[in-house]
């Protein structure tokens, strides 16, 4: 604590320097009051002034109020042998804090000092505490009025005593349109009676509302909302937390009840991301009409109903004839806009109660319940044959398709929904046998031509002993290097009569069957024997992309099975990437993520394949030990023509960047989305733009191949290999 002794007398400020110093006092002396000025003109300014009143260049009271006009904090004690009381009243009444008459006694000026240094140190800690508080609560007003979330406070009557400036952000209203309004005013009708409970909950602690939906009544303009009050007004979904608030010691054991506290949380985007996932769930994205597991969830529901009036429904089941065609020739982006457009027209072929589904591929389902007989059946399917028979314009395309199209009606061809849609399915088969572009109800003779798949059954399982199956070979291209950096190994069939048949036609059997573990142990040892040999040849970086189903990540050997195969055939674990799609990882989680954190532990890579397509969320894949994201061909294909799918394109390149997740793009067949794609950042490519899957001699030619030569040298295997096909 310092202090400034001005005084004339030199002998009194010296021995004052020497006591005070001896006390423990940061000590410096003036001899006039012009000196003391000019000394407080300089910083630090002293805590403490000792002030002789009676000086001859300039009065101790003029000092006082020349100190007090600055603003200054130093704390005045006058020393003075002046005995008139009107003058130390004057010292005091202009600011000094006490007063000592010469002579003193030490200890009586060191007291007098240890009161006003105490004071002072109570002061400052008061307006350190003061300005602590004012910068606290300008914190707490900066988070809540910041907040992502409404804060209100509702008076006992439900009135608005306090909102945040969230509220304008979130529903329209300004914070002084709402204070005073009733709660009412911003709550969805239908929801007046929850939000009685909710928004002006009275109970406290676990008793109050937690996480409570409701719907608002937004001011703000949404997109497609209907005109209300010169508003285009929106719903707003919302969670609500509240409880009350009581003054303590008043009335009750709680207290006077003062109001509500609450939190309101925008819910909407949301709500609707698992709308998005539940209607993903069940409708296929390329068509947006009900998928298997809808159309099967409404088929049973139509069987009970039919059981019940001893009513009649028919199944149709119905394959497009020529599509492969379409689709080999001119690739999936073609055959893409075909199906959709295959699809507007068959739902303008169907009641309003009926069921339109695309079970996958090429095929259609459709559920037509209420039937009077055979012929409402057969009458539907001669108009949908009509609705197809037309040209269809892809581009520059004009297509024709047809449609081979099998009927069963319940109960004739059977009572349960698994019977409905085989019987269909055989019927469909049977049409196609006899020339197709035609429709077929089912018969039961017909089960014996079922017999079809069981022939191709049995030539698979022989496959599998003659060693029929081998993997070809599609790169992986590193826009960037230039090179191939990968490959993904594809499962073909070399039959003795048939020629090279396609995966679509063995591999859903395969799977039916259980035959697709062998099909895949036998494509993946060859497919790893020969990554390991070109990674020997001086590849070293390649990297081999697996397609591994759900079946066999259920067996119970799988994981050591697979590091068994790795170390048999020579291929690092880092070498290889398991691909797994979203909808076979979500199928049995518990059992499968273990399992691949297993491998991913040894090295071995995981990607999610067909990603976009699936229902995984954001929660899950950070659980996954995924190190690549494949973008699915349906986002990739419409690039050119679909904003939407070009946004998804984009969310996922961005999105996995930030969980850093390496992203490869699958189908890419022209040059805009390629461009595309290397102008968003993703820089690895697979695709017919580069090549077709080749066998194994053409892949080990081409990874001696620039990009340019690679072309070339697999576009003509593809046209050898479709010939020998």
Known sequence: MSVLIVDDQHGLRESLRSLL???????????????????????????????????????????????????????????????????????????????????????????????????????????????????????HRFMIDHAPDMVYLLDPEGCFSFINDRAAALLGWSRDALLGRHYSVVVQEQDFELARFVMNERRTGDRASRDVELRLRS????????????????????????????????????????????????????????EMVRYQAYHDLLTHLPNRALFRDRLELAVTQARRNCSRLAVMFLDLDRFKVVNDTLGHTVGDRLLKQVADRLR???????????????????????????????????????????????????????????????????????????SSDIAMYAIKERGKNGYQFFAPEMNAQFSTLLVLERELRNALINDELEPYFQP????????????????????????????????????????IVQVDRCIQHKACSAVAAWRREGHAGLTLSLNISATQMEQPDFVDGLLALLEETGLAPEGVRLEITESAIMREMELIVPKLRRLAARGVRIGIDDFGTGYSSLSYLQRFPVDTL???????????????????????????RGLGLDIIAEGVENELQLRYLRQQGCHQIQGFIFSRPVDRETLRRCLTLGVDEMRRVAHEFSLRDSARA
């Open 21 to 139: 110093s001896s006390r423990g006092y940061g000590v410096e002396v003036a001899a006039g009051g012009c000196a003391a000025l000019a000394r407080l003109e300089q910083a630090p300014t002293p805590d403490m002034m000792l002030l002789d009143l009676v000086m001859p260049d300039m009065s101790g009271l003029d000092v006082i109020s020349a100190i007090c006009e600055r603003n200054l904090e130093t704390r005045i004690v006058v020393l003075s042998g002046e005995t008139s009381f009107d003058y130390v009243k004057q010292a005091l009444t202009r600011g000094a804090v006490d007063f000592l008459r010469k002579p003193f006694e030490p200890e009586e000026l060191c007291s007098t000092l240890a009161r006003v240094r105490q004071a002072l140190e109570l002061e400052r800690r008061a307006r350190l505490a003061e300005k602590r508080l004012a910068q606290s609560e300008r914190l």
């Open 219 to 274: 001011r703000l303009p949404a997109k497609g909302g209907p005109a209300r009050d010169g508003h285009a007004q929106g719903d707003l979904v919302v969670e609500v937390t509240a409880t009350g608030i009581y003054s303590p010691g008043l009335c009750d054991q709680e207290g006077a009840f003062l109001g509500t506290y609450g939190i309101i949380r925008d819910v909407t985007e949301r709500k609707r991301a698992q």
């Open 630 to 656: 494949k973008i699915d061909r349906t986002f990739v294909n419409d690039i050119r023509v679909d904003g939407d799918d070009a946004s998804i394109v984009n969310a996922i390149i961005h999105m996995a």
């Open 348 to 422: 303008n072929c169907v009641r309003a109660g009926d069921t339109l589904a695309r079970f996958g591929g090429d095929e259609f389902c459709l559920l037509l319940p209420d039937l009077r007989g055979h012929e409402d059946a057969a009458g539907v399917a001669q108009k949908v044959l009509e609705r197809l028979s037309g040209p269809f314009q892809v581009d520059d395309h004009e297509l024709f398709v047809g449609a081979s199209i099998g009927i069963s009606v319940f109960p004739d061809a059977g009572e349960s929904v698994e019977a409905l849609i085989q």
């Open 476 to 515: 992986q291209i590193d826009l960037e290097a230039g090179s191939i950096i990968g490959v993904e190994a594809l499962a073909r069939w070399r039959h003795p009569e048939r020629g090279l048949v396609e995966p679509l036609d063995f591999i859903p059997m395969a799977e039916e069957t259980g035959l």
